[in-house]
Each structure stands twice: as structure tokens, then as C-alpha cells.
């Protein structure tokens, strides 16, 4: 079966910097889309981050210019690297990811368990 196993979460100050890992296992055949979302307690959850297979990103607006998401296709892997992080960005994130399993012909929307991140002085 196919799963998502996030990783890098934890406790910064405003300012400081995290890496969050996703690593999806299982029998798939192909990623379609793999990205990041998340959600603070009280609140929907919302994208932050995402990248296709031809290496299109796409982000909110809220992490423009200080989030950075990657992929590594070989490892079917997703990365963000979160700089000059804020209080607002505290959030449980989840990786997500759009695949096609072996055992399909078509794609389906998995998320991982999620991982907390908590900026806080």
C-alpha cells in the first residue's frame, strides 16, 4: 500500500529555519503532484506549497519568498524548506501527494499523518 511519511517538523524561534521531508513508499507508478499543506487549530486546511512533475511550483501568498518546495523524483520525496519563519506559521503540515498506484489506472490524493511545526520565542 502506498504511504506518506513526513519528517523535520518541531519547535523554532521567529526568524529560524525548518526542513520538512515526505517520502512516499509503496507501489506506485506514477507522481503526478506532490505539495504541502496545513492547518492551525480553529482553521481549514490550506495549501502552502506544491510541485508537479514537470517541476512547476506553485505557493501562497502567505510563504512567498521564504518557503522553497523541491522534489527528488528518483526517491519520491518532496522537501520545503521554511526560512524566517513566523508565529502565523504554526500549523500542523501534511504532505500530499496525487499518484497513479500500480494497481490503478488512475490517480488518487494521499496525505500523510502530518507533523506539528510551532514557532514560538
Known amino acids: 500500500q502506498v504511504q506518506l511519511v513526513e519528517s523535520g517538523g518541531g519547535l523554532v524561534q521567529p526568524g529560524g529555519s525548518l526542513r520538512l521531508s515526505c517520502a512516499a513508499s509503496g507501489s506506485i507508478f506514477r507522481i503526478n503532484a506532490m505539495g504541502w499543506y496545513r492547518q492551525a487549530p480553529g482553521k481549514q486546511r490550506d495549501l502552502v506549497a506544491t510541485v508537479i512533475s514537470g517541476g512547476i511550483t506553485n505557493y501562497a501568498d502567505s510563504v512567498k519568498g521564504r518557503f522553497t518546495i523541491s522534489r527528488d523524483n528518483a526517491k519520491n520525496t518532496v522537501y520545503l524548506q521554511m526560512n524566517s519563519l513566523k508565529p502565523e506559521d504554526t500549523a500542523v503540515y501534511y504532505c500530499?501527494?496525487?499518484?497513479?498506484?500500480?494497481?490503478?489506472?488512475?490517480?488518487?490524493?494521499?496525505w500523510g499523518q502530518g507533523t506539528q511545526v510551532t514557532v514560538s520565542s
Open positions: 500530499n501527494a496525487d499518484l497513479v498506484p500500480s494497481t490503478s489506472h488512475f490517480s488518487q490524493t494521499y
